[in-house]
């Protein structure tokens, strides 16, 4: 598969980085810094106002899905807390084992990534507007839980790496910089910088 590499989106976000960082919500800074911090000091499974604002910022509160899921995956989200390297693969099998309202199972490897990213921000996000940045292929066409694991994976790894390179590229901070101007006196990691940024600019590319 040929995604866009690490040289493919430093010269796309240097071709206009402002207009791309401009147009990022000041909602999505303010909602990642408040789960993350919550976070620390919260038990997410009994805290309903920290569920509601991460249901709706995240989109769980998916129609598809059941009580039962939200409830499951709160819990699981819990159980992260004591693990340095979540295993996003065994996560994402214990969504899939959870039937939605048509008593189906449900591949949410999106979910499983906004739950690893919200404990710990060195995990990327994986969304539509990730999806169009790097131009992955979908997976709607594969059938199973293990193809689709496989291309997801892939291409999450693709993400992890192509930004490890991105955060070394002294060519970007200019975009970095502007970031910091745009949004004074928000203290929040680089990486979680380059993945509001690269977001955004697959947010543009509609």
Do not use: C
Not at 86 to 115: C, D, R, W
Not at 188 to 195: A, F, M, N, S, V
């Amino acid at each position: 598969m040929k995604y866009r590499t690490a040289n493919d989106l430093k010269d796309l976000l240097l071709e206009d980085y402002e207009k791309v960082v401009n147009r990022i919500p000041l909602e999505k800074l303010d909602v990642y810094l408040y789960l993350h911090t919550v976070f620390q000091d919260t038990y997410v499974p009994d805290d309903t106002l920290y569920q509601f604002i991460f249901r709706h910022f995240f989109r769980l509160d998916n129609p598809s899905l059941t009580k039962e899921f939200e409830e499951y995956y709160f819990k699981l989200m819990e159980e992260q807390r004591g693990y340095d390297r979540p295993n996003i693969v065994q996560i994402t099998k214990s969504l899939y084992e959870i039937k939605n309202h048509k008593g189906n199972p449900t591949m949410q490897f999106p979910l499983a990534t906004s739950m690893l990213h919200t404990v710990n921000p060195s995990f990327p996000t994986y969304d539509g507007d990730i999806v169009k940045a790097f131009d992955f292929s979908s997976t709607y066409h594969l059938s199973g839980f293990d193809k689709k694991m496989k291309r997801y994976i892939e291409q999450y790894q693709h993400t992890f790496k192509t930004y490890e390179e991105l955060l070394q590229e002294e060519a970007l901070e200019p975009v970095f910089n502007h970031f910091d101007e745009r949004f004074p006196g928000y203290d929040l990691p680089k990486i979680k910088k380059l993945d509001l940024i690269v977001s955004q600019f697959g947010n543009n590319l509609q």
